[in-house]
C-alpha cells in the first residue's frame, strides 16, 4: 500500500520561496516517475513537475521558477518554489507521474497561499 505524506505548505507572499516535501511509503521508490501536482478551487489538478529516469520536466507556468528533486535514500520527493505569485496558490500533492503509470491513493496534500 502506497501512501503519501506532503508538507511544507504555508502562507507567503509574493516572490518569496517555498520548499514542499512529499515522503513515499511502499516499496522501490526509486523505480518510479513521481510528480508534484496542485489543484487550485474551481480548477482540475494539473501536473506542475516531474522527475524520471529521463530527467525532470515542467509544465510552462513554473518552468524555471520551479525545481523537483528527489532523495531515494530517503523516499522522499521535493518541490522547491521560488518566485511564488498568487496564481501558485492551490493544494499540491504528490503522486507517480500518471505519463509513466496509474495514480495511488491520494495523500492529504500540503496548502500554499500566496498573498500579500
Known amino acids: 500500500q502506497v501512501q503519501f505524506v506532503e508538507s511544507g505548505g504555508g502562507l507567503v507572499q509574493p516572490g518569496g520561496s517555498l520548499r514542499l516535501s512529499c515522503a513515499f511509503s511502499g516499496r522501490n521508490f526509486r523505480m518510479y516517475a513521481m510528480g508534484w501536482y496542485r489543484q487550485a478551487p474551481g480548477k482540475q489538478r494539473e501536473l506542475v513537475a516531474s522527475?524520471?529516469?529521463?530527467?525532470?520536466e515542467y509544465a510552462d507556468t513554473v518552468k524555471g521558477r520551479f525545481t523537483i528533486s528527489r532523495d531515494n535514500a530517503k523516499n522522499t520527493v521535493y518541490l522547491r518554489m521560488n518566485d511564488l505569485n498568487p496564481e501558485d496558490t492551490a493544494v499540491y500533492h504528490c503522486?507517480?507521474?500518471?505519463?509513466?503509470?496509474?495514480?495511488?491513493?491520494w495523500g492529504q496534500g500540503t496548502q500554499v497561499t500566496v498573498s500579500s
Open positions: 522527475i524520471h529516469g529521463g530527467g525532470t
Open positions: 503522486n507517480r507521474d500518471s505519463n509513466y503509470g496509474p495514480y495511488w491513493s
